[in-house]
């Protein structure tokens, strides 16, 4: 309705692990990402989702309304562009670099 107060959030659902919780779980299917100093283990997927509260349903006292907004995902960096004055033999050890660090067999 024309005038009400809107609330609406973004949530990003995601599993994070405690480092100690992390290595009596063992190995997790996926990827997981390791924060820098705290050790704490992100998976590499989750869902996002909105969350509306306004007069239809009370302001959530009837309930809340999530909509799903999609997925996302982590990963590591896209590896930087190729200059335009970039020789074969340059982009060949370049492709064999991102090869060898993504553990691809060369």
Do not use: H, M, W
């Not at 990003?12 to 990402?33: R, W």
């Not at 370049?94 to 090869?99: L, M």
């Amino acid at each position: 309705s024309p005038g009400a107060p809107l609330c609406r959030r973004v949530f990003f659902s995601g599993t994070c692990v405690d480092p100690e919780l992390a290595q009596a779980l063992g190995p997790t299917p996926g990827d997981v990402f390791v924060a820098p100093g705290s050790g704490v283990r992100l998976f590499g997927e989750g869902g996002v989702t909105t969350k509306r509260t306004d007069a239809r349903n009370l302001y959530g006292a009837l309930g809340e309304t999530f909509l799903i907004l999609g997925r996302f995902s982590l990963g590591p960096p896209p590896p930087p562009q190729a200059s335009e004055d970039e020789t074969p033999q340059q982009r060949a050890a370049r492709e064999r670099a991102e090869d060898e660090a993504r553990g691809r067999a060369v």
